[in-house]
């Protein structure tokens, strides 16, 4: 069974920092491109980040561009994204997911293979 768990996550001030790990189990994470997506409140899911096959390459969304940074480690099978500056905007439940693709064409978030379960960062005073 392929999987893929979110871990990181809680609740940071306005301001502060954090950073999310994805763990892949089951397959070979170096034969996807692996993408965070995020969730708030009332709002539709939405596309975050992606980094496609041996690192060579890396995208984000507008909202978080500048301030994030996504890498992977294949050999630990593991996706980090690093987040600056964080606002309450960004909170969100936050989820990662294998792109066969290779991250093209994430953001319409269709033919992913695999979704991890979510986790939940708040950014609150």
């Known amino acids: 069974q392929l999987q893929l768990v979110e871990s990181g996550g809680g609740w940071v001030q306005p301001g502060g920092s954090l950073r999310l790990s994805c763990t892949a189990s089951?397959?070979?994470?170096?034969?996807?491109?692996i993408a965070w997506f995020r969730q708030a409140p009332g709002k539709e899911r939405e596309a975050v980040s992606c980094i496609n096959y041996s690192d060579a390459r890396t995208y984000y969304a507008d909202s978080v561009k500048g301030r994030s940074t996504i890498s992977r480690d294949n050999a630990k099978s593991m996706v980090y994204l690093q987040m600056n500056s964080l606002e309450p905007e960004d909170t969100a439940v936050y989820y990662c997911?294998?792109?066969?693709?290779?991250?093209?064409?994430?953001?319409?978030?269709?033919?992913?293979?695999?979704w991890g379960q979510g986790i939940l960062l708040t950014v609150s005073s």
């Open positions: 997911a294998a792109d066969p693709a290779n991250c093209h064409g994430y953001e319409t978030m269709i033919g992913l293979a695999v």
């Open positions: 089951g397959f070979t994470l170096e034969d996807y491109g």
